[in-house]
């Protein structure tokens, strides 16, 4: 039996207190709904992982490590200077009557340069010729009468003194005309002519400048602690500030002292043969070998890095699992010059380090190993990026 309080017709107020919560009711089935079909979308049929993408190997270019001889160096900056300079001095009085040589000529040894107008330099060696033959006549007779002591013997060593006297003052009379002809004093290039036709001269009065070429000297001061390494003929390399040309170059001389201010040695320099365009006065780079090493492990200076505080190359081992493979290893350089670095301990010859594209690669990196000259510097860094 229905208890009467509790039966409620529909349309009952009971009834109209749920309709309110119908909208949410729907709202909830359909986040449900999309919910179960994300989950069905991202499943894989038979339940396995999705798989990673394939690691895209990184182009190099690889180079084996050789064995030969590195040198170390110490490197300053010298002048090129002639191994002869001289000022070439008017040594008689007198006018400029003719020039012979300009600025830019190649002279030789005893070649007339300048001409000083030379008549009465003539007029007085013609004068001390005629005293002299005079006094010569003179002194002949005195010899010839000295043996039948027809004259004293003090008047026969005036004349004998007269007669020396003589003979210097045309000997002294032959030299001031032959310094009107100016001579070059040795082979070389006139640099600097200073004097013109016409021009009035005094003793000592700047003629011309000259210059030897041949060869050209630097001169550079090194460590005094490098003094036991250096010797005569040592070769030396120069390059030219001016064009980068390289010269080959020896030491010709060492200083046998110190300089107690620098703590320096200065050695000269000598470079015998260079391009025809290089002078005096040019700067060039000296690099002197003070130690040299014979039959070391080299490897091309770009292979050499300095990662995290250690010097490390990567060295492309066999292929591993179809893979070639980049190993970093850490290794302790020694020499280096503009291409080659030495590797002491770490490396062996014939193993192939990277040379191209070795700042991107991580120890077991894949690699594809190209032609050095097939990757463009920076190329394998973009891949890498790309890559990634």
């Given at each position: ?68 001889a ?27 009557s ?9 002279v ?28 010569r ?13 027809l ?121 015998d ?43 492309v ?72």
């Amino acid at each position: 039996m229905v208890h009467p309080a509790r039966f409620r017709p529909l349309g009952s107020p009971v009834t109209c207190t749920l309709l309110p919560l119908l909208p949410v009711l729907v709202l909830l089935s359909l986040l449900v709904g999309c919910g179960g079909k994300k989950e069905s979308s991202a499943a894989i049929p038979g339940g396995a992982a999705p798989a990673a993408p394939p690691e895209q190997a990184l182009p190099v270019a690889v180079q084996p490590a050789v064995t030969g001889a590195i040198a170390r160096h110490y490197q300053a900056t010298a002048t090129l200077e002639a191994e002869k300079e001289a000022i070439v001095l008017a040594r008689v009085t007198g006018v400029v009557s003719r020039l012979l040589a300009e600025e830019g000529d190649d002279v030789r040894e005893g070649q007339a340069l300048l001409v000083v107008a030379n008549d009465e330099y003539r007029l007085r060696v013609a004068q001390a010729e005629a005293r002299t033959a005079n006094l010569r006549a003179r002194y002949e007779r005195l010899e010839a009468m000295v043996a039948g002591q027809l004259v004293t013997e003090e008047e026969f060593q005036a004349a004998r003194a007269d007669l020396a006297s003589a003979e210097a003052d045309e000997g002294l009379a032959r030299l001031d005309l032959s310094y009107t002809t100016v001579t070059a004093p040795f082979s070389g290039r006139v640099t600097a002519r200073r004097v013109g036709v016409g021009q009035n001269l005094a003793v000592g009065t700047e003629l011309f400048a000259l210059a030897d070429f041949q060869p050209l000297l630097g001169r550079v001061h090194v460590p005094a602690k490098e003094f036991a390494r250096l010797q005569a003929e040592q070769p030396v390399e120069l390059v030219l500030d001016s064009d980068g040309t390289r010269l080959d170059g020896r030491i010709k001389l060492v200083s046998p002292v110190i300089d107690p201010a620098s703590g320096t040695i200065k050695l000269t320099i000598e470079v015998d043969r260079y391009p025809s365009g290089t002078r005096p006065g040019d700067f060039a780079q000296v690099k002197v070998v003070t130690e040299r090493r014979e039959g070391v492990v080299l490897v091309p200076r770009e292979a050499l890095l300095t990662d995290k505080g250690e010097s490390v190359v990567f060295v492309v081992g066999a292929p591993s699992g179809g893979a070639t493979v980049a190993e970093r290893r850490v290794v302790e350089p020694g020499f280096t010059d503009d291409t080659r670095a030495q590797v002491v301990t770490g490396l062996s010859a014939g193993e192939q380090v990277v040379v191209r594209g070795q700042r991107s690669l991580k120890h077991g990196a894949t690699v594809r190993i190209l032609e050095a000259d097939a990757v463009v510097p920076g190329a394998a860094d973009s891949n890498a990026a790309a890559a990634r």
